[in-house]
């Protein structure tokens, strides 16, 4: 079974501080991906990346960074946190692309920005 | 108005009966995947379905994709009350670039 898993688990963070989320995946997959999910709605896709120190915009990149120092790593940076964000964040990986493979998804990080 | 979308917004069956969820969309897509997440969990992968197949099979699971009407289902035979969750679907549309669009998803209870 594949193994992805995000620290921490759930965050409060301050209106503009600044936020890493952290995911790790053992699955040596290519793809990793960072969605947001708000309650009671579908995930939305912020960053993904497909090779180390490399990362794409997804659908709602505006306000967030992304870094991928390494295969096994992938992390979601709030640089100036907004109560707007405040939701779950859902870190993915694959071995292919979405149209190919099947996504394996951490349990998630709840993030409370007061 | 979403992109993808799934109805019913919430189903409530009993043990053993066999349920259906929907999905329409509105692109051209490559492929459509079903998901399940349970409460507290991240999503999990059911069935990939390609835009050149119409039918796709997971043990209890049958998801199938209409392109002509731009739909999917997904039926559970033989529902158990671990099926209960949100049931999504997903696309990742053929044109336009990295795009993929999750809908909001339909509440399944099963009741013993």
């Known amino acids: 079974e594949a193994a992805v898993t995000q620290s921490p688990r759930s965050k409060v963070a301050v209106t503009g501080g600044k936020v890493t989320l952290s995911c790790h995946q053992t699955?040596?997959?290519?793809?990793m991906y960072w969605y947001r999910q708000d309650t009671g709605h579908g995930l939305r896709l912020i960053h993904y990346?497909?090779?180390?120190?490399?990362?794409e915009k997804g659908d709602i990149p505006d306000g967030y960074k992304a870094s991928r120092p390494s295969q096994e790593n992938f992390s979601l940076i709030l640089e100036l946190a907004s109560l707007s964000q405040t939701a779950v964040y859902f870190c993915?990986?694959?071995?292919?692309?979405?149209?190919?493979?099947?996504?394996?998804f951490g349990p998630g990080t709840r993030l409370l920005v007061l | 108005s979403q992109l993808a979308e799934e109805n019913p917004w919430a189903l409530s069956v009993h043990e053993g009966e066999s349920v259906t969820v929907n999905c329409s969309y509105k692109?051209?897509?490559?492929?459509l995947q079903w998901y399940r997440q349970k409460s507290g969990e991240g999503p999990a992968q059911l069935i990939l379905?390609?835009?050149?197949?119409r039918e796709k099979r997971n043990g209890r699971l049958r998801a199938t994709l209409d392109t002509s009407s731009q739909s999917s289902s997904l039926s559970i035979t033989a529902t158990r009350c671990e099926d209960t969750a949100v049931y999504f679907c997903?696309?990742?549309?053929?044109?336009?670039?990295?795009?993929?669009?999750f809908g909001s998803g339909t509440r399944l209870l099963v009741s013993p």
């Open positions: 993915a990986s694959s071995d292919w692309g979405f149209n190919q493979d099947t996504q394996y």
């Open positions: 699955n040596n997959h290519d793809y």
């Open positions: 990346s497909y090779v180390a120190d490399s990362t």
């Open positions: 692109t051209s897509i490559t492929a």
């Open positions: 379905i390609r835009s050149n197949e």
């Open positions: 997903a696309t990742e549309p053929g044109t336009g670039g990295y795009k993929v669009v």
